[in-house]
C-alpha cells in the first residue's frame, strides 16, 4: 500500500522504523504526518486547579473495558432500518423513493454505517490529539488529564471499530471536511490551538450528535455503547472549557482574534461532516442535487443546528465569540445558543453518578 505524506515526514523515518514494523504493519499504515510540536517540563508537582484534578478523577473512577462492560451478545437485527422512520431525512427524496424496500433498507444501514465511521475516525483523531497534549499542555494537572483522556479515546477508537466491524461490516472513509480540520490541529505548534479544535469544537459536536444517535437509532447495543461514550465525553469538553477560559483572557487581541478564526473556521467545515456523500456515490446518485436536498431538509437543517448546542456557548465562555464574528455566527444560524448553559459550569453530581444508571437496556 503507497504512503501518503502530510506535510513532510522526517527522511529516515521508514529507515528507522524498520527493525520495529513488520511487513504487515506497514500496509496498514495510510498517511503519515509531521508535527512541529513543542514539548514542556513541569516539575511543579503540586496542584493548583481543583477542577481538573477532579475530572481526573472521575475519570479514573468510571473507566469501563470494551471487551467486557459492553454486551456484545445483542444480536443487530438488520431486517429493519437502523433509525426510526420519523428522522429519516431522505423520505421525501425522489432517488430514495425509487429504491426498492430491500435497497432502501440497504441504503439506511450504508448511511448508519458511514456515520458511524465519521465517529470512528473522529476518535482516531481525538486520540492522536490527546496524546499530543500529554507533552504541550504546560501544567501537571492538564498532563494528568490529558493523559487519561488519551485512553478514554482508544476505548472509544476500540468500541466503535469493533461495533462496525463485528455487527454492521460496512465501514466508510474519513470524509473530507474532518479530515481537514484534524490535519490541521494536528500539525499546528499551538497547544491551545489544539484544545479549541478538539476538545471545544470536535468533541463539542461530537456530544450533540451521539446524544442525536441514541435517541434516533434503534439497537440497544449501540445505544449502550454512546451512553458510556458519552460519560467520557462529556469530562473532555468540560475539561477544554474550563482549561482554556483563563488562558485565552491572558492572549492579545490579535491573537483571540487569530483563534477565533480558527474556531469560526473550523464550525464551517464541521457542518459539512454531516452530508453522507459517500453513500449517495456507492448508491450511484447525483452528489450535488442529493446534498443541496438534503441540506435544505427541515429534518437536516434541525440537526445541523441542534449540534452546536454546546459548541457556542462554550466559545462565548471561554472568549472566542467577539463582535468581529458574530455576524458570521449569526448567518450560519447558530449565535441563538450563545446564552445556553456552557460546559465550564460542570453538574458534579451529575457527572459523578455510576456508568449504567438510567441506560437504555433491551
Not at 29 to 39: A, R
Not at 111 to 122: C, D, E
Request: aromatic share 12%; net charge negative; glycine share 4%.
Amino acid at each position: 500500500m503507497a504512503i501518503e505524506y502530510v506535510d513532510t515526514a522526517p527522511n529516515n523515518i521508514i529507515e528507522d522504523s524498520r527493525p520495529q514494523i513488520t511487513g504487515e504493519d506497514i500496509d496498514s499504515i495510510v498517511e503519515i504526518f509531521n508535527t512541529p510540536l513543542t514539548g514542556s517540563y513541569n516539575w511543579d508537582y503540586d496542584s493548583a486547579d481543583n477542577r481538573i484534578r477532579k475530572l481526573y478523577e472521575l475519570g479514573k473512577r468510571l473507566n469501563w473495558n470494551a471487551s467486557i462492560d459492553v454486551d456484545w451478545a445483542i444480536e443487530l437485527d438488520k431486517t429493519e432500518p437502523p433509525m426510526e422512520k420519523e428522522f429519516n431525512p431522505y423520505s421525501d427524496y425522489p432517488d430514495f423513493l425509487a429504491l426498492s424496500r430491500e435497497e432502501q433498507l440497504r441504503f439506511g444501514w450504508h448511511n448508519q454505517a458511514w456515520t458511524l465511521s465519521q465517529f470512528l475516525h473522529g476518535e482516531q483523531g481525538a486520540l492522536l490529539v490527546a496524546s499530543q497534549l500529554v507533552s504541550c499542555a504546560p501544567t501537571y494537572e492538564a498532563k494528568l488529564y490529558a493523559a487519561s483522556q488519551t485512553f478514554d479515546e482508544a476505548r472509544h477508537v476500540e468500541v466503535f471499530a469493533r461495533y462496525l466491524n463485528d455487527k454492521v461490516a460496512i465501514r466508510y472513509p474519513v470524509n473530507k471536511p474532518l479530515k481537514l480540520l484534524l490535519d490541521k490541529i494536528l500539525t499546528d505548534p499551538r497547544w491551545d490551538l489544539k484544545f479549541i479544535g478538539m476538545q471545544i469544537i470536535i468533541e463539542g459536536l461530537a456530544l450533540a450528535a451521539f446524544n442525536t444517535v441514541k435517541i434516533t437509532c434503534r439497537d440497544p447495543l449501540l445505544k449502550n455503547i454512546i451512553h458510556l461514550v458519552l460519560r467520557d465525553e462529556a469530562r473532555h469538553v468540560s475539561f477544554g472549557v474550563n482549561y482554556l477560559e483563563e488562558f485565552v483572557q491572558s492572549l492579545s487581541e490579535q491573537k483571540k482574534e487569530e483563534r477565533a478564526k480558527f474556531a469560526y473556521e473550523a464550525c464551517c467545515v464541521m457542518r459539512e461532516r454531516l452530508i453522507a456523500t459517500d453513500v449517495f456515490e456507492h448508491f450511484g446518485w447525483d452528489v450535488e442535487a442529493a446534498r443541496s436536498h438534503i441540506l435544505k431538509s427541515d429534518i437536516m437543517v434541525h440537526f445541523r443546528k441542534l449540534l452546536f448546542t454546546r459548541i457556542v456557548p462554550n466559545l462565548k465562555r471561554i472568549g472566542l465569540l467577539p463582535k468581529s464574528f458574530r455576524d458570521k455566527y449569526d448567518a450560519l444560524g447558530i449565535l441563538e445558543f450563545e446564552n445556553l448553559t456552557s460546559d465550564s459550569v460542570i453538574d458534579w453530581d451529575e457527572m459523578a453518578k455510576p456508568l449504567y444508571e438510567d441506560v437504555d437496556t433491551p
